[in-house]
């Protein structure tokens, strides 16, 4: 089936795709066919920048498994670094 | 008689006069041949599209598939196209009968066309084909499971995609469809009510559901593939425009 369903999101970071790194504002989760991956659905994970074009993009595809595993290892990560650490807010320079 | 052919990108001009890529295929040889629009699945225009476009062309007929995603830019990959396109919610309608009978107009003006046009389409190429017959005067339309034909996408699809069996009327040409038992979008409810219409408006039609299959059986790239239902979906077919579109 095609799902259609898709969760669009604001970013802010940076990605490198085929034409190397750019700023990366949005992003889109969905589940639908893949483009590649050879399963019949997977969890797809778009980071682009709408304002360079559409090669403007980072495109992944994971089962399902694989895409719950990536959150645990963000939430993971993070917890194991100070909190605010790699936040977008300001913050004073550290020592 | 000869089975060479020719195929490869041109260029055709789509709705409002837009310059769109499309890949086309033909036989090489001088006798007349039908063309086939062939509408892409919403994945965009791939290798395994332009692979059936070839297919057509191995079988006699001059085939063309526009990218209509071509308006995301020159020179982007087809995936991107996509992925672009995706994130706004699918492509016009109006848009894409304006761009396949640009495709049809290129088809027609070829040196042996025989001035028959058929179209067929794979997944919301399959909806869109039915859109197609409804709008423009062709001569033959294979649906290939299409979804939302019948019933509208749910509230919180982003798909800008309406129904179309209020426009049943219109249907100007057979229809074959060719569907999947397991599939849910369409359901093989949605494509008795279609068949159902379709008989009541009196309107010639040839529909098969095929068993163990489901959504995109044809894709001969992806998990979804299913030999037996495609091998005997190929043979619906080329039977069918055979009968439509022979000079």
């Known amino acids: 089936m095609c799902t259609y369903l898709t969760e669009k999101l604001r970013l802010d970071g940076a990605a490198k795709g085929a034409s190397g790194w750019f700023t990366v504002t949005d992003g889109m989760v969905y589940v639908d066919h893949p483009y590649h991956a050879c399963h019949e659905h997977t969890v797809n994970i778009d980071l682009t920048n709408p304002s360079e074009g559409p090669s403007a993009r980072v495109a992944i595809e994971l089962t399902e498994e694989a895409a719950l595993a990536l959150v645990e290892a963000i939430h993971k990560a993070l917890a194991a670094a100070p909190p605010g650490l790699a936040s977008a807010a300001p913050r004073p320079a550290s020592a | ?247």
């Open chain 2, 1 to 247: 008689m000869t089975d060479a052919m020719w195929a490869g990108t041109v260029a055709v001009t789509g709705h409002e006069g837009a310059g769109l890529e499309a890949y086309a295929a033909r036989p090489l040889g001088s006798a007349p041949h039908g063309g086939v629009v062939v509408i892409h699945h919403m994945p965009g225009y791939d290798e395994a599209t332009k692979e059936i476009v070839r297919r057509f062309a191995a079988n006699g007929y001059a085939a063309i598939c526009p990218n209509l995603y071509s308006r995301e830019g020159a020179g982007v990959s087809p995936d991107d196209q996509a992925a672009a396109a995706r994130a706004k919610g699918g492509i016009p309608d109006e848009q894409l009968v304006g761009d396949v009978a640009g495709a049809a107009a290129y088809l027609k003006a070829l040196e042996h066309a025989n001035g028959r046009i058929g179209v067929i389409g794979y997944c919301s190429g399959g909806r869109q084909a039915f859109l197609s017959a409804c709008s423009l005067d062709i001569d033959a339309a294979v649906d290939c499971y299409g979804a939302f034909v019948v019933t509208a996408p749910p509230a919180e699809y982003p798909l800008k995609a309406e129904p179309l069996i209020s426009r049943a009327a219109d249907l100007s040409c057979p229809l074959l469809g060719l569907f999947g038992a397991d599939d849910r979008f369409p359901s093989p409810e949605e494509v008795g009510v279609l068949s159902a219409e379709l008989e009541k408006l009196g309107k010639e039609h040839e529909f098969h559901v095929f068993p163990d299959a489901g959504h995109a059986f044809f894709a001969v790239d992806r998990p979804a593939y299913r030999p037996a239902a495609a091998v005997e979906g190929w043979k619906k077919v080329f039977g069918f425009f055979g009968r439509r579109l022979a000079a």
